[in-house]
């Protein structure tokens, strides 16, 4: 047996309820050197990544092309010349795949439509002696994708934002994303192809966003932003959030696996690491009932983080976040998960589904063993866009609900003022707003 | 017949399209000369709202009930002993009105609650040969709703924020609304008791709003704040997004009626004069295809400003933001009408229900002559919390789904994961994250 993993092991519940209970949501997060030292280089200055967004905002708003252009050059090392990538160089992309990729794009594709085309609403009415009242459901007509390009390019991102959105019938999908040595990644870009968006500009960071929320001469501007980035992109999301509305503002990734001694240790390792090889920010946290589950999976850490490409990261982030904590029961684990309202929530339980009824906050919850979250983040169908830091307290993954709007509609009959009309009257007046009630006296009195 | 009311008229469809397509969206306003006065004397110097918002949501995060009593002081003229206040005021308040006024507080709240529970949204499984997919529907557990107190007393704002909640199931509600005198309006306590609010605290403004996203001693965090106010109330929600969730950023309100030659002037007048009483930022518009009904609603504006109390109010407002627009036919009437998404979207046609499908932008449709905005102001159900200054375009009135959540959940189970696991495989490898990879393929080997 290895060496059991130096993750942090707590076994007092007080600490764990500790541990687990944080102020959720987003906070500014300091600059590297090197992001500081690019900052100086292009705006001659120091400037906070709030400064910076919102100088981008402004150059991009009043600058259109010209100034998204300048930026890239600057950003990215050199502006393209069209800011749009034309769609057969998707489609070539897409062709260039082996057929193995090609067929998991379509698999991911075909799975999340699957699982979205079963939360259609429809629009409503209800009729009565008093008219009628309703709700219209319609689609948003466009939206815009962030997707991060450069050494993350993660084409399922885009899959699993693009792809509930034409479910959802919106018109119009825009996807922005960074050109990383004068090109937009082919895996992007195939992924678009596969998701049947509308149009692709190889823009990244807040200029991207600010393209989408504004609208240049070539960007059309969007009604809603969705898609994760880095600060800048993050930053930028909130700062427009109003003139466009956008999905949320992720965080790091978080995984909290709930298990009893019937879990295998090699499989309970394997997830906290697909988590944590995620980035150094990530969290992966296990919640058992079993100490002989708690020893053997550091022991399991230790090995499979040896042979692991991304070892250093994973290994960063489980010392950095990674928490094992050793606990009496189910109920008291799934009290405990809830106080940490995580993005992804694991049963790697005996009878998981006896644990799902009591789970109040998560973002996804992966039933049993054979549900992983890496089946999640790709094919499950579910979106794997989901609330982190704490918010799934009150947000939701992202799901049909985001690329539609509700219109109501009231269509009252005379019989319905004559009913309501006294008690719409006396509110008006007890406002101070007379006009409001002789709206309705002049109904009352009408005798046409 | 009187003179004819000097509102802007437009007859050309180029101008009208161009007075009717704006950048949509928050943006913070210039203060008035006594609100920089008050700024200057409580902060000892010029700050912008958005500066003075800022010091306002720090000292209430690090300073709790003390820096809440202490602004409370200095902006409202006195401190409360208590910040909460108890509930049998409500119920003092609510019985201290006359019997009118009481049935029509519970005639409104009826009606909010039946149009609410019909969008009642179930959690839903859809179970398969590989496992079974779904989403949980949840209340969130405890929302916080702003009631402004001062000049501008809104009971109705609070029923129609707090009843949909309750219909949802929300464990908590709490309500925050500013002293005025040294205390909250009873109108104000007196809605908080129709619908069964759970706790009432006298703080006004940004205080407020930092107090419910943060927590004091006193008050509890919310998951969610909800309610409009002034620019240092909505400047404050934008800022918390994030921490909590927020309903949206209201703007002025706004109104436009399509009203062909079957509406009657004198109402078609009074429902303008009803939105631009409001405040001297509304928006009233009318866009009609017939100019003699033009001419008539503009005599009788002038007519009905004569004897109204807020005449003043509405008259600036319609010289502001007012507008007639004279044009050929109801489609073009609408394609207009949908380039201003307006927050009320009023039918007075001869057939108004013919032009329903082709609202593609409104927050709420008032159908035909009996369906005045007032009677959707106060009673016929839909909330009149709607989304202002073009953010139709993708925002929902507030309506049941804003005060629920969706956790997905994916149970997948060897033959999913049989199936899958390739496509996922190669998913994870394209993105260069082995770990992910690896917890598939330990499960395709696995054979216990």
Avoid at 19 to 27: D, I, S, V
Wanted: overall charge negative.
């Amino acid at each position: 047996m290895s060496d059991p993993f130096a993750i942090r092991v707590i076994t007092d519940h007080g600490e764990a309820v500790e541990a687990l209970t944080r102020r959720h949501g987003f906070e500014e997060t300091t600059l590297s050197e090197g992001a500081r030292r690019g900052i100086r280089r292009i705006f001659g200055e120091d400037l906070t990544a709030s400064e910076v967004v919102d100088r981008i905002l402004d150059d991009v708003r009043t600058g259109g092309d010209e100034a998204v252009k300048r930026l890239t050059a600057q950003i990215d090392g050199a502006a393209p010349e069209q800011l749009e990538v034309p769609k057969a160089e998707w489609e070539t992309a897409f062709r260039s795949l082996d057929p193995g990729m090609q067929d998991a794009l379509q698999t991911a594709a075909e799975q999340i439509t699957r699982f979205h085309e079963k939360q259609k609403r429809s629009s409503w009415f209800d009729f009565s002696d008093e008219g009628a009242l309703g709700q219209i459901v319609r689609p948003l007509e466009r939206i815009g994708v962030y997707a991060p390009g450069g050494t993350a390019v993660y084409p399922s991102s885009l899959l699993m934002t693009a792809v509930p959105a034409k479910v959802a019938g919106v018109d119009e999908i825009v996807v922005s994303s960074p050109p990383h040595q004068g090109m937009v990644s082919p895996l992007i870009l195939a992924a678009a192809w596969v998701a049947g968006v509308d149009k692709v500009f190889q823009i990244g960071g807040a200029q991207a966003i600010a393209a989408m929320a504004y609208g240049t001469e070539s960007v059309p501007h969007v009604d809603k932003i969705l898609g994760p980035g880095n600060i800048f992109v993050v930053l930028a999301k909130k700062k427009v959030y109003g003139v466009v509305a956008i999905d949320q503002l992720p965080g790091p990734t978080e995984t909290l696996i709930v298990a009893d001694d019937s879990a295998d240790p090699r499989i309970t390792a394997a997830d906290m690491i697909a988590q944590a090889e995620h980035d150094e920010m990530a969290s992966a946290i296990l919640i058992t009932t079993s100490p002989a589950l708690a020893a053997a999976v550091r022991a399991e850490l230790d090995i499979q983080l040896e042979t692991l490409p991304r070892g250093d990261i994973a290994q960063a982030a489980l010392l950095n976040n990674g928490l094992i904590i050793e606990t009496s029961d189910i109920p008291t684990a799934m009290t405990l998960a809830n106080n940490y309202a995580p993005e992804h929530l694991c049963l790697l339980l005996r009878d998981p589904w006896s644990a799902v009824p009591l789970v109040k906050h998560a973002g996804g919850i992966f039933v049993g063993e054979h549900s992983p979250e890496a089946l999640g983040d790709y094919t499950a169908g579910p979106s794997h866009v989901m609330p982190t830091g704490g918010t799934a307290r009150f947000y939701s993954p992202i799901h049909l609900n985001d690329f539609v709007k509700v219109i109501n509609v009231a269509a009252a009959n005379e019989q319905a003022v004559k009913r309501l009309g006294p008690a719409t009257i006396a509110l008006a007046d007890a406002e101070g707003l007379r006009g409001h009630a002789r709206a309705i006296e002049y109904r009352l009195e009408s005798k046409r």
